[in-house]
């Protein structure tokens, strides 16, 4: 995978993966309106290619937490965001998406 890709295509990418990987509806959704704030946010620093520390500036803008704070004990409400933004770097890095858990067959 590209060192650092368009923020735009990444994401095209993992919502296809987790299409692949047949992710309920509902989940899918939540990462596309998740993703969404990210483009906003990427679009009004003025940023187009997508790395770690970008979603970690995100993250921790958005949400007035440290990224290492957040990982030790992440609050409930928090767990999502971390693995949306995780989906995105793991996406990058290996070109495929690690499950949390194994889908129930």
Sequence with gaps: MSEHPMISTLIDQV???????????????????????????????????????????FFETTYQCGWGESLIHTPRKLRHPVRYLASLSDFQLLGTLVRRRPKNQ
């Design 15 to 57: 919502l296809a993966e987790l299409e692949r990987l047949q992710y309920a509806e509902n989940s899918r959704a939540g990462y596309r309106r998740f993703y969404t704030r990210v483009l906003h946010y990427a679009q009004a620093q003025g940023v187009t290619h997508y790395s770690e520390a970008f979603g970690q500036q």
